[in-house]
């Protein structure tokens, strides 16, 4: 009986063995260098000093543009790719012909089999002088402006995140029993109460997974507002690369960088009871 | 004077691309009854029940509800309601809230104090106050059962569909249901469509049974008609339990025909449909017909091969020489000691014209239900 149950231990343990190791070398100890790194002090030459102070955090109002561009823009951002992936969810769920689905919802996909960084240069040249505004004067529409702007940072969120809206809202419309439907057909209900009542209301888990999953992203991008912002539009991403790696601040990059996973914590956990009480599941899978 | 049906289906046709689910049927439910739809999976019942729901457009011909040609209603338009299959209640929704959810969708509005009043009555009505806070996922199967009557019933449609309700719940609980829904139906006195593959739920519960057999109607009547009057082969053998003997048609003495079985004995039996000297025959002996006794009279006689007491009654294998098989079913008397047991020699008998001859189909046995064609009687 006893050594039934060490070699049942042991067993979980060498399995649960490499996925720990990993997250400890990789996410646990980063995280706690970090914190510490967030209440020291930057060395004259740049780097890491120990001390013990909150200066960095009571500091961070200097970043105070970046991080107000990652608040507006992210959800924002979500909240844009959350109105265009829905439809087409939707339509691949419900509507799209059985032998159809398959194709179509490859189609979403594919574009992720590119890089993001390639898909977004190719957004600047087509928002850049030479691109849609070159266009557009020759219709006689002139100095319109596209290329670094939040417009053009919104643009490129929207297209390099849409897929993982999709996916997560097609998955909870896909498993959405039918008869619900006709029963609310049934009971009186209009198509657009029954959409609202039932099939809106029932997707919610993966509106909420989709929309957290993009969200959390978009709080660290760096790609898009570089490319498609011209540094006109900070992101906090951006902001870390530049104390980092350009000013080796690296006490106040720390703390930046603890107060947006912590951000991103309470977005998460938000979303979870939002979709939670809404749709009255018992679980939500978040991810 | 005659009332105007509560459900009239007027020559309905439907195929699905190149098949046929359901052609050419004619069936007008009067009001205030409990009507079955009973058949064999795939027989066209429940496409049948969808079309008068309005989830299924006819291909041909009209459904007509209390009258009124619904081509183009939307089901969310049309005066039935419908318990579906495993009932497709609201998971997001608590119990009072699916209960209302019909309530919330009449235009114009009902005030919130109607609703209420209304919802707590249906509540109520299906025994189950008290739970109108509870969870879908909280409630056992029965329980859910009631909830999508009660979802139902408040909306007081002028016909209530019933898709295979009974289906999910154990037997104690369907028999409680049976029972609890028969007589829903008489206190609020509306029409109860029933779609069923159950036999013994229809004919316990319906006024009428209207059995079905590759998308027609095969026999329309009330139950007791169905089990004693089968039209056809098909209905005597899915309908009850019988036993089905083939034989030959000897002659014919009055009314009755006789046929001769595959052992020589010759038996008197009635007979649907005309048949001539030298047909080949099904003819159908239901358990309870047959009466046990000593050998020496009686008809056919037999060694019994295995006995299943069940109390009241008891159920008898005979093994019949030249035959075959048959199920004989005898009422116990206590004390009586009229038990036979395995391995004794007994005599069976029925009463001339107790048996029922049906021409056999052309194709012989296999698949005799799918190829049974035969003209609605209504």
């Known amino acids: ?287 | 004077m005659t009332a105007v049906p509560d459900i009239e289906f007027r020559g309905v046709t439907k195929r699905y691309g190149s098949v046929t689910a359901v052609s050419g049927i004619d069936l007008a439910i009067p009001p205030s009854a409990f009507v079955a739809l009973l058949g064999p999976s795939g027989c066209g019942k429940t496409t049948c029940l969808r079309m008068i729901g309005g989830f299924e457009q006819p291909s041909e011909g009209a459904v007509f509800i209390r009258g009124r040609d619904m081509a183009g209603t939307p089901p969310y338009r049309r005066p039935v309601n419908m318990v579906f299959q495993q009932y497709a209640l609201f998971p997001h929704l608590d119990v009072e809230d699916n209960i209302s959810y019909g309530l919330r969708q009449a235009r114009p509005r009902l005030s919130t104090r109607e609703i209420t009043s209304r919802a707590g009555e249906a509540l109520a009505m299906v025994r189950l106050a008290g739970y109108g806070r509870r969870k879908i996922h909280e409630l056992s199967g029965g329980q859910q059962q009631r909830v999508a009557l009660a979802r139902a019933l408040v909306n007081k449609p002028a016909v209530l569909l019933l898709d295979e309700p009974l289906a999910a719940l154990d037997k104690k609980l369907r028999t409680d249901m049976q029972i609890e829904l028969q007589n829903l139906q008489r206190e609020i006195g509306i029409t109860f469509v029933l779609v069923t593959h159950d036999q013994e739920e229809a004919l316990s519960m319906s006024d009428f049974v209207c059995v079905m057999n590759g998308g027609r109607i095969v026999q329309l009547g009330q139950p007791s008609e169905i089990y004693d009057e089968p039209a056809d082969l098909f209905v005597a053998d899915f309908v009850g339990k019988t036993n089905l003997l083939s034989g030959k048609v000897a002659g014919r003495s009055g009314d009755l025909v006789d046929v001769a079985l595959a052992n020589g004995t010759v038996i008197a039996a009635r007979r649907r449909v005309p048949l001539s000297q030298g047909d080949t025959v099904s003819v159908s002996l239901r358990p309870e017909m047959l009466s046990l006794g000593p050998p020496g009279n009686g008809s056919l006689r037999g060694i019994v091969r295995n006995r299943i007491f069940l109390g009241s009654t008891a159920e008898y294998a005979i093994e019949v020489q030249g035959i075959g098989s048959l199920l004989a079913k005898a009422d116990h008397q206590i004390g009586q000691g009229n038990l036979f047991k395995p391995g004794e020699p007994v005599a069976i008998g029925f009463a001339a014209g107790a048996p029922l001859a049906f021409p056999q189909p052309k194709n012989n046995g296999t698949n005799q239900r799918e190829n049974q064609h035969v003209e609605i009687i209504s």
């Not at chain 1, 790609?223 to 104390?243: C, E, Q, R, S, Y």
């Open chain 1, 1 to 287: 009986m006893h050594g039934n149950r060490f070699r049942h231990n042991l067993l979980t343990a060498l399995l649960l063995g490499p996925a720990t190791a990993w997250l400890v070398v990789f996410l646990v100890l980063p995280f706690i260098a970090i914190t510490v790194f967030s209440v020291g002090e930057r060395a004259p030459e740049g780097g890491y000093q120990a001390a013990f102070t909150l200066a960095q955090y009571a500091n961070l109002p200097a970043r105070a543009t970046a991080f107000w561009n990652t608040m507006v823009l992210a959800p924002a951002g979500a909240l844009a790719c959350l109105l265009v992936a829905y439809p087409v969810a939707y339509y691949l769920a419900l509507r799209a012909p059985e032998r159809w689905r398959l194709i179509l919802l490859a189609l979403v996909v594919i574009p992720f089999w590119t890089s993001l960084l390639m898909r977004t240069y190719a957004w600047m040249y087509v928002l850049g002088g030479r691109g849609i505004p070159a266009l557009l004067a020759y219709v006689g529409i002139e100095d319109i402006r596209l290329i670094n702007t939040p417009g053009a940072v919104l643009l490129g969120i929207v297209y390099g995140y849409l897929p993982l809206m999709i996916l997560p809202i097609y998955v909870s419309l896909e498993r959405l029993d039918r008869r619900l439907l006709e029963a609310s057909a049934d009971l009186g209900a209009t198509p657009v109460s029954t959409f609202l009542g039932v099939t809106l209301r029932l997707s919610l888990p993966g509106v909420m997974t989709g929309f957290s999953l993009v969200m959390i992203l978009l709080l660290g991008e760096y790609l898009i507002p570089t490319l498609l912002g011209g540094g006109k539009v900070f992101f906090i991403g951006n902001a870390l690369v530049d104390l980092f790696l350009q000013s080796r601040n690296w006490p106040f990059g720390s703390a930046i960088a603890i107060t947006l996973v912590l951000v991103s914590v309470v977005v998460l956990i938000a979303a979870n009871r939002i979709s939670t009480r809404l749709s009255g599941a018992r679980r939500v899978d978040l991810i």
